[in-house]
């Protein structure tokens, strides 16, 4: 059962385009983890620049630099 929680700064996104980007991720995740579509979730979580730090960073990135399978290229 994958899970995509894609957290970015704000994007002026309309649903159609949303739909194109869930469509995309969930392909790929059934291609590598050779999941069902029925299976797979997206979420699009849009975060505020002056909030990053402290939403995502601070508690996602940060302390789990090791886990990253791609980290970022960029540091706080």
Not at 34 to 43: C, E, Q
Request: overall charge negative.
């Amino acid at each position: 059962m994958p899970h995509v929680d894609i957290k970015c700064f704000p994007r002026d996104l309309n649903d159609e385009q949303k739909a194109a980007l869930a469509e995309d991720i969930a392909q790929v995740i059934i291609r590598h983890f050779d999941s069902k579509d029925s299976s797979v979730s997206v979420a699009l979580n849009q975060v505020q620049p002056e909030d990053w730090k402290a939403q995502v960073w601070d508690t996602e990135i940060g302390p789990k630099m090791d886990d990253l399978i791609k980290k970022p290229g960029y540091s706080m």
